[in-house]
């Protein structure tokens, strides 16, 4: 697994793809590496005063909460309600203020080797009206990982968030494949054939890596 960069946003084909999982997992192979790794929670919803994502994520790391998740550096935008970013912060009454969460990566950025940024959903997922995720990533000008997995229709979704960061001129980093759902080999089979020659006609410079199945 290699990296050239120190800020990575990490989405997934769905809500529900093995994010939290997959991100955990890779700042776990980096920090064995020698890598000094950090993960940032994008945008937690469902939650109040703390991400849980982050703290899945340093369950799967090994190590306790850092002083960046006690001080939300590495979450900074909470919302309580279980849904979309920009339903959950009107549910709120509140506003998304997105120069949070990119000052807090710029912090992490200086005293991390690599930022792991954990998206909220796919790529689509609407932060306002007219902004989604996949929007900030283009705007900062990040690098991209994206998670799938072999669940039945996982194709479709792979694709068309792939053409999605085709058409916006996205590096894609790695394609993350999670093995936790793979509990049909002949559709799993099928779907990495499949997403691995996608990969090699309009992504030849992106890395795959597999994250296996976590029990905790």
């Not at 093995?18 to 700042?27: D, F």
């Not at 002083?67 to 279980?82: E, M």
């Not at 203020?97 to 950025?109: E, G, N």
């Not at 394609?175 to 049909?184: M, P, V």
Request: hydrophobic fraction near 40%.
């Amino acid at each position: 697994m290699t990296t050239d960069t120190n800020v990575i946003f990490i989405s997934g084909i769905d809500t529900d793809a093995g994010k939290s999982y997959a991100t955990g997992h890779i700042a776990k192979m980096l920090a064995a590496q020698g890598v000094k790794a950090i993960t940032q929670k994008f945008i937690q919803t469902g939650c109040h005063d703390y991400s849980e994502d982050i703290e899945l994520h340093r369950k799967i790391m090994g190590i306790p909460a850092t002083p960046q998740d006690i001080d939300h550096t590495t979450a900074p935008v909470i919302f309580s309600y279980p849904a979309s970013a920009q339903l959950a912060a009107r549910i709120d009454n509140s506003e998304i203020d997105l120069s949070l969460v990119a000052d807090a990566t710029q912090k992490l950025a200086r005293d991390y080797d690599v930022v792991l940024i954990e998206g909220a959903g796919g790529l689509m997922v609407p932060i306002t009206d007219t902004y989604t995720t996949i929007d900030y990533v283009a705007d900062h000008n990040l690098q991209l990982a994206l998670v799938t997995n072999g669940k039945l229709g996982s194709i479709n979704h792979t694709i068309l968030s792939l053409e999605a960061i085709k058409n916006r001129n996205i590096k894609l980093k790695w394609l993350i494949y999670n093995e936790h759902f793979d509990t049909d080999p002949i559709i799993s089979a099928d779907t990495r054939g499949y997403i691995r020659r996608y990969l090699d006609r309009h992504f030849p410079d992106t890395e795959i890596i597999v994250v296996p199945s976590i029990e905790l």
